[in-house]
């Protein structure tokens, strides 16, 4: 019996030691997992349940100068959901819960977001964990959904932009895309004041996917983007819109900008242009009427140049306001084969410097400049911001073109004089007469008055440097020398009851592409101030490509509307005869 015995001995022997390896094993890797490897497992575990979150930053809002709202976002909602939980569920209907089908809350989730039931199936079916079932939901519809609290549904809030005025200064503020990014005007000027900072947290769920109660950590807290303002009065933007958009009508222009400054600040009360753009619609608009012409499009400015050109010569020759030129017809070019005429046919004509203004002489401003050097010349045109951005920068914004002194030949000696080889942007022309409205002191224009942060704090955007571009007395003279043109020429028509007015009319061909000018085609435009013995403001216009009525004459009614409700708003006194009387004749 021994040899039975120590073999059922051994056996156990082997049974237990097996047992007991088998134990260790398990010890060491119990050991292992709690100690050696627990922070990697409990991180993946975590990763597994842990859901990010990005809360979305609100953009900040755009106000006119007297605060009201011309771009804000608001809150909208959209709805997600987990498709591998989407089922038949539990449903909270007047604060009980009832057993519904899928297809009850299909029909239930179309009738609160007005969406087709059939593509809100479709968003349902699959295998992702975020399909977006609708989107842009107001406060009500929310309410109604959470009310609902179904699982796997997830409503969250994203912020939708909007434009309260409509297309009122809707080229200037420009507009985002569906994924709140910048695009154009002053939502891309402005952004780093407008854009705020994201937050981040994040939850935990459970095994059936549902966020565990009390497991929200907040990582980094939400900013919401700043308040601009403007300079722009929207009030009148809106008129000066309306103004623009009928005088349209009945010229056939292609396109119209009116532009308002304050001759002392230098601050934009006023940029319209049509056609406009409603940033609530883009869409609606054309593309190459997205942005703002008054910043972006260029053209010969034509006969507004002349001021510049008279400037220069009264601080740098013997030229004074009734100095006597001859004024011929046509000139020829010396050393070339081509004859500059004035824009009407004439005999010679005895003018004075301000006659040569009033009559928007060729012929007459050409004997002007050639009394002042072309470098001296080009000086001016620096000064006045011609070929220059101005200060506003706005976005794709032209700074035109004025080729340097030394490029110019013998035709661009004459033609720079009356504006013609030169192009200009609307708002550079505007700035040109601020300078002679503000006693010859340029302040480049001004379309961001202040940013004030989420936190209240407000950065005000200073004013560009004032700069004497010529001096008081010469700007007093030109004032007065611009005067007749409202007096005694084609701006009676423009007359203000009360105030008196300063400026120059211009009509000026279209330049080709291909070099030339194009037949038949002109810009029309008007650059003028009130009172002119002190004045307020200055207004400018342009008339681009007129089917009919292809004079100046045609700024005349829109820019007296203009003025006049400018000067209304505005609440300026009537101002008349502090300029000395010129003779425009000899």
Same mark, same amino acid.
């Given at each position: ?17 097996a #047992? ?13 997992i709690q100690?050696?490897d627990?922070p990697?497992?409990n ?7 842990s ?9 900040g ?9 011309l771009?804000q976002? #608001?809150?909208r909602y959209r ?9 038949? &569920? ?8 009832q ?11 179309a ?5 087709d039931p ?16 609708a989107?842009?939901?107001n406060?009500?519809q929310?309410q ?13 809030a994203?912020?939708?932009?909007t ?18 990014q ?12 407008l854009?705020g ?11 059936d996917?549902i966020?565990i109660p009390?497991?929200?950590v @907040? ?20 008129y000066?819109?309306?103004?623009i958009?009928?005088?349209q &009508?009945?010229?056939?222009?292609q396109?119209?900008s009116? @532009?308002v400054?304050?001759a ?17 619609d ?5 593309e ?13 400015p034509?006969?507004p140049?002349?001021?510049?050109t008279m ?26 084969p ?5 824009a009407?046919?004439?005999d010679?004509?005895?003018l004075t410097?301000?006659?040569?203004l009033m ?10 400049g ?10 001016y ?10 200060a506003v920068?706005?976005?794709a914004?032209s700074?035109?073109?004025l080729?340097?002194?030394d ?13 013609q %080889? ?10 040109a007469?601020?300078a002679v ?7 480049s224009p001004?379309?961001?008055k202040s940013c004030? &942060?989420?936190?209240g @704090?407000t950065?005000?955007n ?5 700069e004497q571009v010529?001096?008081?007395?010469t700007a ?16 009676? &028509? ?8 300063a400026g ?5 061909q279209?330049? %080709? ?5 194009l037949?038949?085609q002109y ?9 002119? %013995?002190?004045?307020?403001f ?23 509307? #203009?003025?006049?409700?400018t000067l209304?708003t505005?609440?300026v006194p009537?101002?008349?005869g502090e300029?000395?009387d010129?003779a425009?004749t000899?």
């Open positions: 019996m021994a040899p039975v015995l120590g073999n059922r001995r051994r056996r156990l022997i082997a049974v237990l030691t #047992v007991v390896a088998v134990a260790l094993v398990f010890v060491v890797r119990l050991v292992f100690i050696v627990a990697g497992l991180a993946q575990a975590e990763g597994n349940r859901v990010p979150l990005t809360l979305q930053a609100v953009r809002t755009i106000t006119d100068r007297s605060g009201n709202v771009a976002s #608001v809150q709805v997600a959901a987990d498709q591998t939980l989407a089922g038949d &569920s539990i449903v909270q209907v007047d604060g009980k819960g057993k519904w089908t899928l297809q009850q809350i299909i029909d239930r989730l009738q609160i977001t007005k969406k059939a593509r809100i199936k479709t968003a349902l079916e699959g295998n992702s964990q975020y399909s977006v079932v989107q842009d939901l406060a009500d929310y109604e959904l959470r009310a609902l609290d179904i699982k796997w549904l997830a409503i969250e994203v912020p939708h932009r434009y309260p005025s409509g297309a009122v200064a809707g080229n200037l503020l420009g507009f985002i895309s569906a994924e709140q910048p695009q154009a005007g002053v939502e891309v000027l402005a952004d780093s004041c854009a900072t994201d937050g981040k947290e994040s939850y935990e769920r459970g095994a996917g966020r009390g497991t929200t @907040t990582e980094q807290q939400v900013t919401d983007g700043g308040t601009v303002e403007l300079t722009i009065d929207r009030d009148l933007q809106w000066v819109q309306q103004k958009t009928e005088r &009508s009945e010229l056939g222009a396109w119209i009116a @532009t400054l304050d002392k600040t230098g601050d934009i009360l006023v940029a319209a242009e049509t056609p406009s753009i409603d940033p609530n883009v869409g609606a608009s054309k190459q009427d997205r942005g703002s012409r008054i910043f972006q499009s260029t053209y010969e034509g006969s140049i002349k001021t510049i400037a220069a010569a009264m601080e740098h020759s013997d030229v004074g306001p009734e100095s006597q030129f001859q004024a011929p017809g046509s000139i020829a070019v010396p050393g070339t081509h004859t500059i005429k004035d009407w046919d004439h010679t004509l005895n410097s301000t006659g040569i009559k928007s002489s060729n012929t007459g401003i050409m004997q002007v050639d009394k002042v050097d072309d470098a001296t010349r080009y000086d045109l620096k000064r006045f911001g011609i070929g220059e951005k101005s920068n706005f976005p914004e700074s035109g073109t080729a340097p002194v490029k110019w030949d013998k035709i661009s000696h004459y033609t720079t004089m009356f504006g %080889g030169i192009a200009a942007t609307p708002i550079q022309v505007a700035s007469y601020q409205a503000n006693n010859g002191v340029r302040i001004r379309l961001i004030t &942060s989420a936190d @704090t950065t005000e200073p004013s560009a440097q004032p010529i001096q008081p007395e007093r003279k030109l004032r007065g020398m611009l005067e007749p043109l409202f007096t005694q020429y084609v701006g009676k &028509s423009a007359q203000i009851a009360g105030y008196s007015l120059k009319t211009g009509t000026s279209i330049a %080709g592409t291909n070099g030339g000018y037949p038949n810009v029309n435009s008007l650059a003028a101030m009130a009172p002119a %013995g002190d004045p307020r200055v207004v400018g216009i342009t008339i681009y490509n007129p089917a009919t009525d292809k004079t100046s004459d045609n700024t005349m009614s829109l820019f007296h509307d #203009v003025m006049a409700q209304i505005n609440n009537p101002a008349t300029l000395p010129y425009p000899w």
